[in-house]
C-alpha cells in the first residue's frame, strides 16, 4: 500500500456509491469486524464534542491489512429543514508503514455505505430463513444503502416503510420502486412492524419507536439509530425478548447507546448474552439460536468500518482510474 508518489486521491461520493457495491464491501467490512473482536486492531474510543447543541466525533483506527482511517463526522438533525444530510464527514486514509496520507474522501456516502454493509452481516447470519416483508423504520439518507445492502442477503420483494415526513418517505417509495420492490406506506411504526421478517430502524429518534409487543417471530432487527448515551430506539419489551443481542462493540454501545446500557442498569439484559458482530461472523457466537426466534443487532459505528470501507475504496480507485489526485 506504500504511496511513493507526493499525491493524495480525492474521492467524491459519487465515486464512492460506484465503485463500493455490496458485493465487495460486505466481505471487507465482514474480516474487519473479526479483526477487532480478536483483538487485532488499533481501535481508541472515539472523541466526542457537542457543539451548537450538535454532535462531533473524531474516530480513527489500524485494521491490519487495510490501514489507518480517522473520520471526522457531526450529526446535525437540523439539517432535515435545511434539506442538507444529517450526517456529514471526511475520511482521511494513511498508509500505515510511511504515515503517508493516501486519499481523503466523502464520509458521509461512506459512512452510509460501511454501515449498511454491517446491518448486511448482521442479516447473513441472524435473519430467519423464512422469508418475508422486510420493515424500515425511517427513510431519510441512510434508509437507502440499508435497503441497498440487506436485501442483496436478504432477498424480498416487499418493503413496508414508515416516516414522520411524508416528503421523505415518498421519496424513498419511488427509490426502493425503481429497485423493483413493492413498497407498502404505513400510518405507524407498529404496522410496519407486524409480519416483518426484518425490521430496520434508521432514525434520528430519543425514544422506542421499536416495540417488543409487535414484533413477529421470526424476525431479525436493525437499530442504527439512538446513538447517544441516553437514547432509545429500542424498547424494553423489545430487548426482553431477543433470544440473541449482537453489537459491532460491547464497550462502544455502553457509552454510546441507551438501547443497552439502559436494560443492562436495569437488569433486563446481561452482557453475558451479548454477543460481537466480529464474534459471530467469526464462528465463536451464535447470532441465531432458533428458526423462530427475535435477534437484535444494534449498532453505533466503529473506525475499523471507515478504515476498512476507505482502503478498499482506495483501492478500487486505484484499479479503475476513478478520482483526482491533488499535491498537498
Not at 450529526?75 to 493516501?102: C, H, K
Not at 441512510?142 to 421523505?168: M, N, P
Amino acid at each position: 500500500m506504500v504511496n511513493l508518489l507526493p499525491r493524495v486521491l480525492l474521492l467524491s461520493g459519487r465515486e464512492l456509491e460506484e465503485i463500493l457495491s455490496p458485493s465487495i464491501l460486505i466481505d471487507e467490512v465482514e474480516r474487519a469486524f473479526i479483526e477487532f473482536s480478536e483483538g487485532r486492531t488499533v481501535t481508541p474510543p472515539r472523541t466526542v464534542m457537542w457543539v451548537e447543541g450538535n454532535w462531533w466525533g473524531v474516530m480513527q483506527s489500524y485494521v491490519p491489512g487495510y490501514g489507518v482511517g480517522v473520520k471526522v463526522v457531526n450529526v446535525i438533525p437540523a439539517n432535515l429543514e435545511r434539506g442538507l444530510p444529517t450526517i456529514q464527514a471526511i475520511v482521511n486514509l494513511f498508509d500505515p508503514v510511511t504515515g503517508s496520507p493516501l486519499a481523503v474522501m466523502d464520509g458521509g456516502v461512506l459512512t452510509a455505505l460501511r454501515t449498511g454493509a454491517a446491518s448486511a452481516i448482521s442479516a447473513k447470519y441472524m435473519a430467519p430463513k423464512e422469508r418475508g416483508p422486510l420493515a424500515i423504520i425511517g427513510t431519510g439518507y441512510q434508509a437507502r444503502y440499508q435497503l441497498k445492502f440487506v436485501s442483496h442477503v436478504y432477498r424480498t420483494d416487499e418493503v413496508r416503510v414508515y416516516d414522520i415526513r411524508e416528503s421523505a418517505t415518498e421519496s424513498f417509495r419511488e427509490y426502493a420502486e425503481s429497485l423493483g420492490f413493492k413498497v407498502v406506506k404505513c400510518r405507524s411504526p407498529a404496522e410496519a412492524i407486524e409480519g416483518a421478517k426484518v425490521v430496520i430502524e434508521a432514525t434520528t429518534t430519543k425514544t422506542p419507536v421499536i416495540e417488543g409487543r409487535y414484533l413477529s417471530r421470526p424476525t431479525h432487527v436493525i437499530s442504527i439509530g439512538a446513538h447517544m448515551r441516553d437514547a432509545r430506539a429500542l424498547d424494553d419489551d423489545a430487548i426482553a425478548l431477543a433470544e440473541t443481542v449482537v453489537v459491532d462493540s460491547r464497550e462502544a454501545v455502553m457509552l454510546e447507546t441507551g438501547d443497552i446500557r439502559i436494560p443492562v442498569e436495569k437488569g433486563i439484559l446481561t452482557m453475558d448474552r451479548v454477543s460481537e458482530l466480529g464474534e459471530v461472523a467469526s464462528g465463536r457466537r451464535r447470532g441465531r439460536l432458533t428458526d423462530e426466534g427475535v435477534t437484535i443487532f444494534k449498532s453505533v459505528g466503529l473506525a475499523i468500518q471507515d478504515a476498512a470501507a476507505a482502503a478498499v475504496a482506495y483501492r478500487e480507485a486505484v484499479r479503475r482510474g476513478v478520482g483526482k489526485y491533488v499535491d498537498l
